[in-house]
RNA sequence: GCACCGGUGGCGAAGUGGCUAACGCGCAGGUCUGCAAAACCUGUAUACGCGGGUUCGAUCCCCGCCCGGUGCUCCA
């Protein structure tokens, strides 16, 4: 199943197929680490994972890089207030952010490379820019990109910058330019600001050299996919893309994929807004890091996303709906053979599912066959119809929905551990919901135990004590259900 | 202001120039159960923002309008 896949670029769907005919170079915008990610962030790295996990379905090789900014304006002004060297202020977000990207199962990228680590490889492209006329050196030691050195500038954000008046929207503390449209490539130095001594003078990067030199760096001059989040595209791949070409005359990224913004209740998240939530912040409140998942990525890429409670709940409800059908399949009993109604089905919802994600990465569309195959499944259980080699077809499904979503397994129980114990160690325990904590508070031999006392309740008919038991334990967010082949409990 | 995107049942969200317009969630009733839970069945449902146009036929195409959002500046 090939992937059609939206390219800004040309404004149209198109097949992404490795130029070399073997492996998928791909480049994604990583995070600026001056603080913790928030859902924003993630659902961009999670719309890339849904990409990443369907190539791999399909059978592709990817070499995916990803960097990290850990130098800029943000981060220097952050670390100043701390009154700490950058190189001690982001590790700490760096360890963050891989600690969230585990929580929400986003895989690793192949590469990860850290703007700090290839200083020389950006002032090598500023030194070719220059010589090829495209790069000047203002009186105060900073470089800039010549726009007007590079004509197809726009291309990609579909901007025309012709009619724009020079000098229009002048900052004051760009005075230096040749023209208010140009961007810088290396600022110099500030008293006191973190600096590299270089060739091309005393400074630090400009934000956009970073990817054109690592994205080179690894990937070479041209390859196949570049992506990121919508508000990137411009000025910053536009950048990518002036920087990149300027100096190797080639194609820099074949096809650009950029994820929409999502909204929080209806707004855009910012701070000031107050509307804004790290995953962190989530997982506190008591919220499934797998349901975060479901949420941020059932609306799919192209599309905004409202992100509200609500949705986070609804999420929560139909991870718990795929998580009982798939325990309901592997405890279950069958009798062998197959019922070809359901082996058809399963076929079907297989085709359907690939078919979906292979339209531009469709996710919501995907989930349809996914839930319609479970409806009939659980039907044909029901009824007594259904068979174990109707089990392994439909685990068979289940498994490549969850190559890609992620959910079924349950794997919740760590980031919310490792949340609780950050809010520990950070102070924030005041921010923990109530449910959270009394969810923790019993151990699974514990519940076991209560669970015992209740089925033994039971067989004596004392309704009244199993009946308290199990209250007590839905108190704290474990639930019961008596099936016919035993009693099972799940946290809530 | 300029540009772009969206407005589908109670909520979220697919999709299509013509068959009963997916799927999820919620709510109500039923089956099962000591009672629940899970599951299934039924209902919620006269759902395609408004007004024109094109067409044999439009939710889907075109025009206008209203509403919401986003970008044009640091931002995933």
Known sequence: MPLRLFNTLTGQLDTLVPMDGATLRMYACGPTVY???????????????????????????????????????????????????????????????????????????????????????????????????????????????????????????????????????????????????????????????????????????????????????????????????????FPHHENEIAQSESVTHKQ???????????????????????????????????????????????????????????GLMEATNAIERLRTFHQRLVKGAFAAGESPQIQEAAQRAQADYLAALGNDLNTAEARAPIFELIRSANTAIDQGEFLAGDRDAILAVLASFDAVFDVIEDHDAEPTRKALAWAEQAGRMAEVAPELVARQSLSDEAIDALVAERTLAKKQRNFARADQIRNELAEKGIVIEDAKDGVRWKRK
């Open 252 to 310: 820099f990224a074949r096809h650009w994929m950029h994820v929409r913004f999502l909204l929080v209740d209806g707004r855009k998240m910012s701070k000031s807004e107050g509307n804004f939530y790290t995953l962190r912040d989530l997982l506190l409140k008591g919220y499934k890091a797998s349901a975060i998942r479901l949420a941020l990525i059932s609306v799919p890429y192209r599309h905004q996303l409202n992100f509200t409670f609500d």
């Open 35 to 233: 603080d913790y990610g928030h859902i924003g962030n993630f659902r961009t790295f999670l719309q890339i994972d849904v990409l990443r996990r369907f190539l791999e379905l399909t059978g592709m090789r990817i070499h995916h890089v990803m960097n990290i900014t850990d130098v800029d304006d943000k981060i220097i002004r952050n670390a100043a207030e701390a009154g700490i060297p950058i190189s001690e202020y982001t590790p700490r977000y760096v360890e963050a952010f891989f600690e969230d990207m585990d929580a929400l199962r986003i895989e690793r990228p192949e590469q990860i490379a850290r703007a700090t680590g290839h200083i020389p490889r950006m002032v090598e492209l500023v030194q070719k820019l220059a010589a090829a006329g495209a790069a000047y050196r203002a009186e105060d030691g900073s470089w800039y990109f010549r726009l007007s050195a590079f004509p197809a500038y726009g291309k990609l954000s579909k901007k025309d910058l012709s009619g724009m008046e020079d000098g229009a929207r002048v900052d004051v503390d760009e005075y230096e330019k040749d023209s208010a449209r140009d961007f810088a490539l290396w600022k110099a130095a500030k008293p006191g600001e973190t600096a590299w001594d270089t060739p091309i003078g005393r400074g630090r990067p400009g934000w956009h050299i970073e990817c054109s030199a690592m994205a080179m760096e690894y990937l070479g001059e041209s390859f196949d996919l570049h992506a990121g989040g919508e508000d990137l595209m």
